[in-house]
């Protein structure tokens, strides 16, 4: 008896540190303080909220508040205290990994109901960062005409895509394409074979890309030259989200600048009816046909080189316990011509 109780030990201790770990890579933390803006003294009990989320926090004696686990992406900070204004910080954005501080002062309430809002700037050089770090928002992804995120990462410094055969693909800081680690919500997605990623993702389904090209930490081992870090966006736990997108080179029909390209993607997520606030999803699909997969300006479409794909992704996120523990499922797949067919799933929890 005495044994199975110390397997049960041993696994449920395993577990707690798998489950820390991985949170470490796919949620960030938030600390600050809060003091009054005339006497600049801390401000006691001030609730601090992440909106939209279960997550957050008051402040102790000293006005300093701490919120854990909070998963990367883009939110509105509230400071609500009783006499005083509430205040907001916009577009405030938690990285992977990282520890964020916001130091704040609030006004005693002159019209009832007022409300300070402050939009977060990212600042120039973060004096507080080890690595060499590139982060993405889903803001900025929309501004590049690029439909692969690869072609985004060989855009930043230090990074490079080539098409060598064999040794084509990403490359950063001169590594092989196969030495870049590529994590999907802090989960590995790197082919063991060929390198590169098996996850399948679209542009518009990153909510947050990060790029490190060097002094990653240890945690980090499976990476020889770089890493990429995609978080993929994730359902509303209150609302529903739709959105479709259609490209294509219809309107040169008939031109040199026709190749059959017409790509469709679309996107549906939300809460799981009955389970609010507990159970989001978010599901979308890209669809792509191209008469010639490989266009060059001189020369027009090249027979026999069409090419079909479909690349449908989901994501579910499940809350266990309201900022404590949540489980988060990915899934993908791409079938280009409806022959070749990869079928990742990824699982990840974390808390």
Do not use: C, W
Not at 129 to 147: F, G, L, M, P, R
Not at 244 to 249: H, K, R, V
Request: no cysteine.
């Amino acid at each position: 008896m005495r044994s199975l109780y110390s397997k049960f030990f041993l696994l449920l201790l395993a577990l707690t540190v798998s489950i820390s770990a991985q949170n470490s890579r796919v949620a960030g933390k938030i600390i600050g303080t809060v003091s009054d803006k005339a006497t600049n003294e801390p401000l006691i009990g001030v609730n601090v909220i992440v909106a939209g989320t279960f997550f957050g926090a008051s402040t102790d004696v000293d006005g300093f508040f701490t919120i854990l686990n909070v998963p990367a992406g883009t939110y509105t900070v509230q400071f609500e205290y009783i006499g005083y204004q509430k205040l907001e910080i916009n577009e405030f954005t938690i990285t992977p990994g990282a520890t964020k501080k916001i130091d704040v002062t609030m006004s005693e309430e002159v019209i009832e109901g007022e409300t300070v809002v402050v939009t977060a700037t990212r600042p120039v050089v973060d004096v507080k960062e080890t690595a060499s770090v590139t982060q993405v928002s889903a803001a900025e992804i929309k501004t590049y005409s690029v439909d692969n995120f690869a072609d985004i990462v060989a855009q930043k410094v230090g990074a490079i895509e080539t098409q060598n055969g064999a040794y084509g693909g990403i490359h950063i800081r001169g590594g092989r394409a196969n030495e870049i680690a590529y994590l999907v919500d802090g989960v590995s997605t790197n082919d063991p074979f060929g390198g590169g990623t098996t996850y399948d993702v679209n542009n518009n389904s990153i909510e947050q890309l990060e790029i490190i090209t060097g002094g990653f930490n240890a945690e980090y081992g499976e990476a020889m030259s770089g890493m990429v870090q995609i978080v993929p966006k994730s359902g509303s736990m209150r609302n529903y989200e739709a959105s479709l997108e259609i490209t294509s080179d219809a309107p040169f029909a008939g031109t040199d600048y026709d190749f059959g390209y017409t790509r469709y993607y679309a996107a549906f997520g939300g809460p799981v009816p009955f389970l609010e606030d507990r159970v989001s999803f978010r599901i979308d699909g890209n669809f792509v046909t191209e008469d010639d997969r490989d266009p060059r300006y001189f020369g027009g479409v090249k027979g026999h080189n069409d090419l079909q794909s479909f690349a449908p992704a989901a994501k579910l996120n499940i809350v266990l316990v309201p900022g404590v523990l949540r489980l988060q499922a990915n899934y993908s797949y791409a079938d280009e011509e409806f022959s070749s067919i990869r079928m990742p799933g990824i699982f990840t929890i974390t808390g």
